[in-house]
């Protein structure tokens, strides 16, 4: 729980956006009105009388739906079932699917969603699925609906479409509660703007009386302590974490060796089904090379090929001077491929060992991890000592346990081992997925150091704005193939949302 | 040969009984998202407790009591899992060791090392002008949880298939978060699915007592609620396929049977341990045929917390 002193007014009828940092308290307060969690102490009114929620029952009751930022669906069912569900039409004490498919039909139809609520749930895309969690709360009479993260996991053309969700919503008279923290995308949208940090409320404006870089400010806080913990001024690192501006980049674009050159790549998913089908990239050295992609699309695949941690299927290539066909996490390493893997408590971190031994996992048989076969624990010390203090990581302290760090600093722990080892090809995967602004910009910069030192950097990322803020090439995958290869220059929001759509290229 | 067939359908249908009820209940269980290991340690006390009980009252007054024991042995498993959430297979595991043990302590202690007195079976359904007609005959002369058998899995695919609860409780086994912010209580229904397999695999074992044999035996059910795991996985956790998994089973059972005595020429070729062990090859085979395990709910397995996501 992280809610200190927070106090919000919702007004009906309004779009109100509550923006704030990771860790702010945006999600726990929704949850407190959603009736998920219970507050120690503060009331709670509506229409002027106070109410107690006790479960999500009484908020459906009172009219307060929840779009949840990790989606509340079950997969296995239709859409008519999720829908449903706890509410469920019955004929003679037997569930009645077709009354099901047909209410929530004119309910998709009344606010002007197309879904088909024989569908199963898994079988839709993110977009549409939303859209099922959006019904799922109009159903229920939600008269204030509260939507974590919307956009976090859509394209840009999904978001444009949503925007008018919501503006449709309110115009129906419905009020909706919108938590972001992309600032530009909810100045376009919202009446309202409410500001939390460090589980208060700090400020509230009017969307129109205020800018991208006010918000900004007033989310990590005046003075500098962006500045101050990061090294890195907190309006530019804000600035391209937040609005996603192309920033101009003042490295040129260097063509240096090759050091991945892959052809036609090939590789089942965890599910048996074809993720890679015919790949194709190069990545030389002293560059950034951005994956864009709507989740699932075969990109955490492409890293694990890439990486030696999925066996290839088809396809050959040239990774660092060897065959890609037949590599094993050992022999990517040896090569000096680095990688900060999408999930790091599976693939990158011990979370119960202490912080000097995750920085020496996977070199600790090197120096200045070990002295022949036994471990140096000088050495050891003094390589994380200084890392830490390189990577200002907190607290500082090389003994703690690394669970016992925010999530923030265990990312930079993992960011500092895998460059620490000086890598010619760096496979990152959704880099500052769950960091706040300071610990983005920083991973960022850090990535920028890399490229400029001469590594290769592959990165896998589905916020669209990191991608763009941060490579020098872009390829977009779709259904696990290329589907759009885009130079710096030619870089564009808009035109990379399609291909991640799959649309084809515009001819003419 | 008719009659090999007659005489192997015969005893398919008198072993089902338990090994549907345990799997049909292993399977409510899992479907909700419990493991439900712990069906061997149910079923023991279900024909314990249903094998004392019927020395004091009417047999299928004695069954319920073994239901009801059944059900209190789940309400240990639901108490570690559901509300202590603690690792269901450990707390499945360490209740099968407690009903194994405190069985064979009760036993010894009541009545002595070589089982319960001799108590009255159920009664047998007799129709004596089919009894020896071949084939249809096989299906007379069983007792009530034969036909008990062939009509719960029906109920239990309508239950889940054509029901709110039983859509409720798919939910919870495949997305406990998504019920719960539906205002539905989680832990409820993990119970009514825990209690309801617990009663099931009381069932299966009071069958064993009172109508496969006619006493509690040292060594019941002798790893039958491991089978019933295995024909629930065999079955991909629907209540059809548990069945026809569990007949299955049952026929691997009577087969043995069936070869010891119509072909008696084949003892002397293959061992007897060989032939008692052929239900649990049935099942090692079957199993490591089947291979994944992609129909298991997705949360099976998993406890319940509201803070995770």
């Known amino acids: 729980m992280s809610l200190e002193d927070a106090s919000l007014d919702i007004v009906p009828g309004e779009l109100l956006a509550v923006v704030g940092e990771n860790g702010a308290g945006k999600s726990s307060l929704m949850n407190v009105l959603y009736g998920l969690y219970h507050p120690d102490a503060g009331t709670f009114l509506m229409d002027g009388k106070p109410v107690r929620l006790k479960s999500p029952r009484d908020a459906i009751a009172r009219g307060i739906g929840m779009v949840h930022q990790h989606f509340m669906l079950v997969p296995t069912l239709t859409v008519a079932e999720n829908v449903v569900l706890g509410r469920e039409p019955t004929r003679r004490g037997l569930l009645d699917l077709d009354r099901a498919c047909d209410e929530v039909a004119a309910t998709a139809k009344r606010f002007g969603f197309q879904l088909d609520p024989r569908a199963r749930v898994d079988t839709l895309t993110v977009g549409s699925q939303q859209k099922v969690e959006i019904v799922k709360a109009l159903h229920r009479g939600a008269q204030v609906l509260i939507l974590d993260e919307p956009t976090a996991v859509l394209t840009p053309q999904e978001s444009d479409e949503l925007a008018q969700v919501m503006r449709g919503l309110v115009q129906q008279g419905r009020t909706v509660v919108l938590i972001s923290h992309k600032l530009k995308e909810v100045l376009g949208v919202a009446d309202r703007v409410a500001v939390m940090r460090r589980g208060r409320t700090v400020a509230e404006v009017r969307a129109s009386e205020t800018t991208v870089s006010a918000l900004a400010s007033l989310m990590v806080g005046e003075g500098s302590r962006g500045a101050a913990l990061t090294g890195v001024p907190v309006t530019s690192g804000a600035d391209t974490a937040l609005t996603g501006a192309v920033a101009p980049d003042a490295g040129t674009v260097s063509t240096g060796p090759i050091v991945l050159d892959a052809k036609d790549l090939r590789a089942k998913g965890d599910n048996g089904r074809p993720a890679l089908q015919g790949v194709s990239l190069t990545v030389h050295a002293g560059e950034i090379v951005g994956i864009a992609g709507v989740d699932g699309n075969g990109q955490r695949e492409l890293a694990e090929v890439l990486t030696g941690l999925r066996v290839l299927e088809g396809g050959a290539g040239t990774l660092l001077g060897g065959p890609l066909a037949g590599l094993t996490p050992a022999k990517a390493k040896a090569r000096g491929v680095g990688h900060v893997p999408e999930d790091r408590l599976a693939r990158a971190v011990v979370k119960a060992m202490t912080v000097e031994e995750n920085v020496a996992l996977g070199r600790h048989r090197q120096p200045p991890f070990a002295r022949g076969p036994w471990v140096d624990f000088k050495g050891r010390r003094e390589r994380t000592n200084q890392l830490l203090a390189t990577y200002d990581v907190r607290p500082p302290d090389p003994t703690v346990a690394l669970q016992a760090l925010s999530g923030g600093n265990q990312q930079k722990v993992v960011v500092a081992r895998e460059l620490d080892a000086d890598p010619k090809l760096l496979v990152v995967v959704q880099p500052t997925r769950g960091l706040d602004i300071g610990a983005v910009a920083q991973v960022h910069a850090r990535l920028r150091e890399a490229k400029a030192r001469g590594a290769g950097v592959v990165m896998v990322s589905l916020d669209l704005e990191e991608v763009l803020a941060l490579s020098d090439r872009v390829y977009v995958l779709y259904e696990g193939r290329v589907t759009g290869h885009f130079p710096r220059k030619d870089l564009d929001e808009r035109e990379l949302g399609r291909r991640m759509l799959g649309a084809e290229p515009d001819h003419g | ?309």
């Open chain 2, 1 to 309: 040969m008719l009659e090999v067939l007659h005489s192997l359908l015969f005893s398919t249908l008198d072993a089902a009984p338990a090994l549907v009820f345990a799997t049909l209940g292993a399977m409510l269980s899992e479907r909700a998202g419990v493991v439900s290991v712990g069906v061997e340690g149910m079923m023991r006390t279900g024909a314990f407790c249903a094998a004392v009980a019927a020395l004091a009252m009417p047999t299928p007054l004695a069954v319920l009591v073994g239901m009801v024991a059944g059900a209190g042995l789940a309400a240990v498993h639901g108490f570690l899992s559901i509300r202590w959430r603690s690792d269901q297979v450990v707390s499945g595991m360490a209740l099968n060791l407690v009903a194994m043990a405190g069985g064979t302590f009760l036993l010894e202690s009541l009545f002595g090392p070589n089982g319960t007195p001799a108590i009255t079976q159920l009664s047998r359904w007799n129709v004596p002008t089919l009894a020896h007609v071949p084939l249809l005959g096989a299906l007379v002369g069983h007792a009530a949880p034969t036909y008990l058998a062939l009509l719960l899995p029906v109920l239990f695919h309508v239950l889940l298939t054509r029901t709110p609860l039983g859509l409720r409780l798919r939910a919870v086994g495949d997305k406990p978060h998504a019920v719960a912010t539906l205002g539905l209580s989680v832990s409820g229904l993990r119970w009514a699915a825990v209690l309801g397999g617990g009663l099931m695999a009381g069932l299966g074992g009071a069958v064993l007592s009172t109508a496969v044999l006619d006493r509690f035996e040292q060594h019941t059910p002798a790893g039958l609620g491991f089978m019933a795991l295995a024909a629930m996985v065999f079955g991909r956790w629907t209540p059809l396929g548990a069945f026809a998994a569990a007949l299955f089973f049952a026929f691997g059972n009577a087969l043995r049977i069936g070869l010891a005595s119509s072909a008696p020429w084949l003892l002397e070729l293959v061992p007897q341990g060989f032939l008692l062990a052929l239900p649990y090859l049935l099942t090692l085979l079957v199993l490591a045929l089947q291979g994944q395990r992609g129909h298991a709910p997705a949360a099976l397995g998993t406890p319940y917390e509201q803070e995770s996501r």
